[in-house]
């Protein structure tokens, strides 16, 4: 089983910048490709980043946030982050980690693993 806990969430400004960390826990958890989705309210869910399991290789962004987040991920940690600049009022979001053996599970937002999420919201 694993076991993911994000952090990091908060209320900020229009052009503020936010980093959100996700440590993930479990037998498996260093094997699994790792994600960020989001959910708005009355909105589906979003893919938003995602990174295979070997730090600095295989990343992946919705167009929306292309140029202004960056995932990354410290193996010694067990922490995955999502460093968010730029942001703007629809980047408003309940974030959620992911994870699961492959990158496209992630990228249709089909996980195997969710943490609880953490809630973002940027004020115009």
């Known amino acids: 089983q694993v076991q993911l806990v994000e952090s990091g969430g908060g209320l900020v400004q229009a052009g503020a910048s936010l980093r959100l960390s996700c440590v993930g826990s479990g037998r498996a958890y260093s094997r699994l490709a790792m994600g960020w989705i989001r959910q708005a309210p009355g909105k589906e869910r979003e893919f938003v980043a995602a990174?295979?399991?070997?730090?600095?290789?295989?990343?992946y962004y919705s167009d929306s946030v292309k140029g202004r987040f960056t995932i990354s991920r410290d193996g010694e940690k067990n922490t995955v982050y999502l460093q968010m600049t730029a942001l703007k009022p629809e980047d408003t979001a309940i974030y959620y980690c992911?994870?699961?053996?492959?990158?496209?599970?992630?990228?249709?937002?089909?996980?195997?693993?969710w943490g609880l999420g953490t809630q973002v919201t940027v004020s115009s």
């Open positions: 990174i295979g399991y070997y730090s600095g290789t295989n990343t």
């Open positions: 992911a994870a699961d053996q492959g990158l496209a599970a992630i990228q249709r937002r089909a996980a195997e693993y």
